[in-house]
């Protein structure tokens, strides 16, 4: 008889002479969970309980089996959560249910499970920036604050994490109580620094940058940063505007309009494109501009209802600090479509009657969209 199995006989034999002897119970049910026997484990486990052999061992496994074999269903998070009114600080069910609840996005149930694991001083630097990330999106600023402090001190040579911190005290820069401004732009800066002295490419960082020297009126430092930050292909919708308004201004037409070309051949910029064109060639009385007025308002729309759909979803999942930032997108695009539609009905003011009664009205529903 093998070392494993004689290990099995004795557990079985345990039982049989104790069936109250729990960490027998708990040891079998964990060999045939580790040797691909859920069905059997699941049966130790459930017998166990329903004799009333409450342990957090028990229930964290059938959490864990329900999770694999029945993942599409939630009997899992409720049996975790079984298992955290049983202990409450038990680290092992604190991380089951962190991992559950990542799985079916149950915000409260990871906020609490993170929560508790920093306070047993069990908690990774990567859940202090995880719970960060939540209190920022539910728009508990001071909070927020307080760990992304605690992530860069935790986190200094992590780029990521960095950049990421930079980004929500640049993000909220006006709302900190008792802060100045002009100190959060410079512990922003002084952040953006080191994540480019340990990441000289990174386009996340530059692009912070780039608004913050704009912010300052540095418009030259912030056209190059934006340059570097366009050929390397990074997220061109966040600052395409910005990006071809500066061109313009310091660089002239001619490549301002290479920047225009290129936003067109782009889904996330293609209607913002078609709008700096129907303006650009209405400033010029070309006719083209109702052709690209229509375009912009086709593909700005497309955008529009996946920003208002996802503003939804951040409203009903609480995520109010986010969907404020998402607000802020609908408004942009929707008076970029309210202008499209003013610059088709101006330029057809003397023709199509009824075009020009739809146009006002695409106008007047755009400039005043309320999501």
């Known amino acids: 008889m093998s070392t494993e199995a004689r290990a099995l006989h ?11 002897f729990v960490d027998a119970r708990v040891f079998l049910a964990e060999y045939y969970h580790r040797n691909k026997e859920p069905d059997k484990a699941l049966e130790i486990v459930n017998e166990s309980l329903s004799n009333g052999l409450k342990n957090s061992r028990l229930l964290n496994l059938k959490a864990l089996i329900q999770l694999e074999k029945f993942p599409n269903e939630k009997g899992a998070e409720e049996t975790v959560k ?7 600080k038990d680290v092992e069910s604190l991380h089951l249910a962190l991992k559950i609840s990542s799985i079916y996005g149950n915000t409260k149930l990871k906020l609490f499970s993170i929560e ?18 939540i209190k920022f999106k539910h728009g508990l600023i001071e909070d927020a604050k307080k760990y992304f402090e605690l992530v860069v001190e935790l986190m200094i040579d992590d780029a990521d994490c960095l950049v990421q911190a930079a980004d929500f005290f640049f993000l909220c820069q006006d709302d900190f109580e008792g802060q100045d401004v002009v100190e959060t732009i410079q512990y922003i800066r002084t952040l953006l620094s080191k994540v480019l002295s340990l990441e000289s490419t990174n386009s996340h960082a530059k692009l912070l940058l780039s608004f913050l020297e704009l912010r300052q009126g540095n418009e030259i430092n912030a ?10 292909g990074f997220d061109y919708e966040k600052y395409f505007l910005e990006f071809y308004q500066l061109s313009l201004k310091i660089e002239g037409r001619k490549k301002a309009d290479v920047i225009l ?20 060639m209405f400033d010029s009385k070309n006719k083209e501009c109702v052709r690209h007025s229509l375009n912009a308002i086709f593909h700005l729309a497309r955008v529009l209802r996946l920003k208002i759909k996802r503003y939804s979803k951040l409203k009903n999942n609480f995520e109010f600090y986010a969907a404020k930032f998402n607000l802020t997108d609908i408004e942009s695009l929707s008076g970029m479509i309210a202008e499209s539609y003013l610059v088709y009905y101006q330029f057809c003011l003397h023709k199509n009657k009824l075009l020009k009664v739809k146009a006002l009205k695409g106008y007047k529903f755009f400039k005043f969209i309320n999501p």
């Open 10 to 20: 004795h557990l079985q034999k345990s039982i049989e002479i104790n069936p109250h």
């Open 82 to 88: 079984d298992a955290l009114k049983f202990a409450p």
């Open 116 to 133: 508790e694991l920093i306070s047993t001083n069990s908690a990774s630097p990567q859940l202090y920036l995880e719970i960060a990330v």
């Open 223 to 232: 056209l190059n940063l934006m340059k570097d930050c366009f050929e390397a």
């Open 261 to 280: 070309k290129i936003g067109l051949s782009k889904p996330e910029t293609k209607g913002m494109a078609f709008f700096l064109l129907a303006k650009q």
